[in-house]
């Protein structure tokens, strides 16, 4: 061992309070390093689970006034495996004892017994009925109205006025929203609904 080894040694030695404060420091970072790529593992694969189980759709594209014959020109795309159309009608909601205006979109979906893609996760409730103008309502909105299965609500849809029914809150990832970015969560949550009808009553409305 060479003069400057020991002189090393000697000083380490003298520093032990500030090597171990060093140590803990890297010590306590590579923890926080092993749990976020742990916490980030985990979330993506939650986030896989969750998109199989609800068959979220890899893309979307809008359309105004197509024929349903585009979908099948699409679902010929080579790597294309499913295609599924869908109906979007912007809306005024009115809820009892509320002036505010609330915008919505109702989005279609298909009966609960046939296969789909962005299946709804129910929270409440259930899937709506055909020819019942039964809507299904986003769990925000849901919550910040006080809404609950059962509740009425109104709608103007390519202007008349509707009164629908709710039968169910849901979740769903692709949730629309037409509220300021300047707004509060629960503000934009209270202003603006996703709303879900069958396809077969939102088009006939």
């Not at 002189?7 to 090597?19: E, F, N, T």
């Not at 300047?182 to 077969?200: I, K, N, Y």
């Amino acid at each position: 061992m060479t003069a400057l080894h020991q002189k090393l040694w000697r000083d380490l030695a003298g520093m032990k309070g500030q090597g171990a404060a060093i140590a803990l420091v890297i010590g306590c970072g590579v923890s926080m390093f092993v749990m976020a790529v742990g916490t980030l593992r985990a979330l993506e694969r939650s986030q896989e689970t969750y998109y199989q189980r609800y068959r979220f759709a890899d893309a979307f594209v809008s359309l105004k006034r197509a024929p349903l014959s585009v979908a099948d020109r699409l679902a010929e795309i080579p790597g294309v495996a499913e295609v599924q159309p869908r109906i979007s009608v912007a809306v005024n909601l009115g809820i009892d004892g509320v002036a505010e205006p609330i915008v919505g979109q109702v989005v279609s979906v298909l009966p609960r017994d046939r296969a789909q893609l962005n299946r709804l996760h129910l929270r409440a409730g259930r899937y709506p009925e055909r020819g019942a103008g039964e809507v299904v309502v986003s769990a925000a909105f849901a919550e910040a109205r006080g809404i609950a299965p059962g509740s009425p609500v109104e709608a103007v849809m390519n202007g008349r006025r509707r009164e629908l029914s709710v039968v169910g809150v849901a979740c769903r990832r692709n949730l629309w929203s037409k509220s300021s970015p300047a707004r509060s969560c629960r503000t934009a949550a209270a202003l603006a609904s996703t709303l879900w009808m069958l396809r077969e009553d939102l088009a006939a409305a």
